[in-house]
């Protein structure tokens, strides 16, 4: 009698276990054909709509479209952030500090960083416009988000 019901449990986890395979694909189709669908009507959004939709949140390079994305800096720069973010902390410690000093109200008796941070997440580079206005001039317009 053991095997007998062993047997039919095991049939029965099989089938269980192949209609929750077949439910969770079902699922994963159907949220695929309804993402599929958000990026076509997206895709078919002019400037002017994702202005609306977008607000003020809407990177430069759509906005103007002389704006360039730079997706190769922006991967440069977090590999790079860690290094970068502790020589500018002790740049500004060397320099913000001794103007602390400088201005320091007399009652107080030092201003100093106990702890001073960039953060972890580099800041990222929406978008970069470059003119040249005059001869030997080079105006460079960068659109930089911090603590995305």
Known sequence: ????????????????L???????MRYRSAKRIAKAVD?????????????????ENLP?????????????LNKLL????????EAATMVI???????LEEYRPPGITSLKFSKLSLGNV???????????LTKGQIIM????RWGW
């Open 1 to 16: 009698m053991g095997l007998i019901s062993g047997i039919f449990m095991g049939m029965l986890f099989g089938i269980a």
């Open 18 to 24: 192949m209609a929750g395979w077949a439910r969770m």
């Open 39 to 55: 990026i076509k009507i997206l895709g078919s959004l002019n400037r002017e709509d994702l202005k609306k939709i977008c607000g």
């Open 60 to 72: 430069e390079w759509i906005s103007f479209p002389v704006y360039e994305q730079v997706k190769w």
């Open 78 to 85: 977090s590999k790079l952030w860690p290094f970068v973010a």
């Open 93 to 99: 410690k060397e320099s913000v500090e001794p103007l």
């Open 122 to 132: 580099a800041p990222k580079i929406e978008g970069i416009r470059v003119q040249s």
């Open 141 to 144: 317009d960068v659109d930089l």
